[in-house]
DNA sequence: TAGGCCATCTGGTCCT
DNA sequence: AGGACCAGATGGCCTA
């Protein structure tokens, strides 16, 4: 019955999604009759004609046959008993003719298809987003607010660095990248910089934690955005001053992190993305600390937090690698299937890059 | 099966 | 009046 206030073809399957429209059994026009008595419990008060609220259950309530009854007015609900109360002021509601129904019925569908459209730019723009983020997978696509978490740590990284004019070192860029980041999403980052969460942290904890979010001590053990292809092969193949970069990175990268390692990181192979230019004026007033969501707080609580070079708060780094207890299941022990990953590191954000990228 | 993520609808608010 | 934006509700899909 209500689906046929909804008889545009293409809005149909979405229609049907809400089940209670699509089943024409009898208890639909039981619930029709009780949105027809809660309105009469409610009121005038919220059901001025002059009032936006074109909703369904009132179109669905006046397209269930009281359309005939032109002198039908909102004020008579049956309950006559109700002749005290006194008249409501204001403009006296128009009635519900079959035509101003349908013009209610053509402003909702433009009105839907607008937030359609609107959802469905927007969408397009965080896939953009997701492209030129430091990890990006066709086929494992990070989740809107994982990308808008990592494209927040991304800048903040890049930022640092330009303001410290060093390099950091891997372990301390990818902790950058997931700070605040679900495990799986960890997971994926470090796989994508062939780095397994758990040992890089293990790597972190030997080391000392030298990271810090408000001051950042990156050191200069390897060069992370130039090559994402780790394997010898990847980095020694072609020429180039980029290439050279590369190779220096990757040996660099190797000495840290092949030794002792699992073989997890013989991971697959990855394509490499040039990083967009990015942009850093100061403007990045944003510390660590703030978190883009208040589930950052309440649900991820997977970032690091070193605060001293001692190791103190170490623990949080085995909070990261394995996962707090009683959250989301931890998968550090292997990295997800990366089919199709890609890093965005090939080359290092120049500052006219930079520029141009900002005031684009 | 529960939980996460997502698309869509919907009504409210603000602005032009 | 109508469009943009937002948040809540709802149901589908997927995965652990």
Excluded at 214 to 232: E, K, T
Aim: hydrophobic share 25%.
């Amino acid at each position: 019955m209500l689906t046929r206030l909804f008889n545009e073809p293409s809005l149909l399957p979405d229609m049907q999604k809400f089940g209670g429209w699509v089943d024409d059994s009898g208890s639909e026009d039981s619930k029709i009759k009780d949105e027809e008595q809660e309105r009469c419990r409610i009121g005038d008060e919220d059901l001025d004609e002059g009032d936006v609220k074109d909703g369904s259950s009132r179109a669905q309530s006046e397209i269930a046959g009281e359309d005939d009854d032109e002198d039908v007015d909102e004020d008579d609900c049956g309950d006559d008993g109700d002749e005290d109360r006194p008249k409501k002021r204001g403009p006296k509601k128009r009635k519900m003719t079959p035509a101003r129904l349908e013009r209610t019925k053509v402003r909702r569908q433009k009105a839907n298809t607008r937030e359609r459209t609107r959802m469905h730019d927007l969408n397009s723009a965080l896939d953009n987003l997701r492209k030129v983020v430091p990890c990006y997978s066709k086929t494992q696509k990070l989740s809107k607010i994982e990308t808008l978490r990592l494209a927040k740590n991304y800048i903040w990284a890049l930022s640092e660095i330009l303001r410290n004019g060093k390099r950091p070192d891997v372990v301390s860029y990818v902790q950058t990248l997931c700070k605040g980041l679900s495990q799986p999403t960890t997971n994926l980052v470090a796989g994508c910089l062939q780095l397994n969460s758990r040992n890089f942290l293990t790597e972190q904890c030997q080391e000392g934690a030298r990271f810090h979010v408000s001051n950042p001590s990156f050191s200069m053990h390897a060069y992370p955005y130039q090559c994402s292809r780790l394997s010898s092969t990847q980095c020694q193949s072609g020429s180039s001053a980029h290439n050279l970069r590369n190779h220096s990175f990757c040996s660099a990268y190797e000495a840290l992190y092949t030794k002792g390692t699992s073989p997890e990181y013989n991971s697959p192979d990855y394509e490499s993305h040039h990083s967009p230019p990015v942009c850093v004026n100061g403007n990045f007033a944003l510390r660590q600390q703030e978190s883009l969501s208040p589930d950052a707080e309440r649900g991820y609580q997977y970032s690091l937090h070193y605060t001293n070079l001692h190791g103190s708060r170490s623990s949080a780094a085995h909070g990261l690698a394995y996962g707090p207890p009683g959250t989301r299941s931890a998968h550090s022990e292997n990295l997800p299937p990366f089919h199709d990953v890609h890093v965005h590191h090939d080359r290092a954000p120049a500052y006219e890059e930079l520029n141009a990228f900002f005031h684009n």
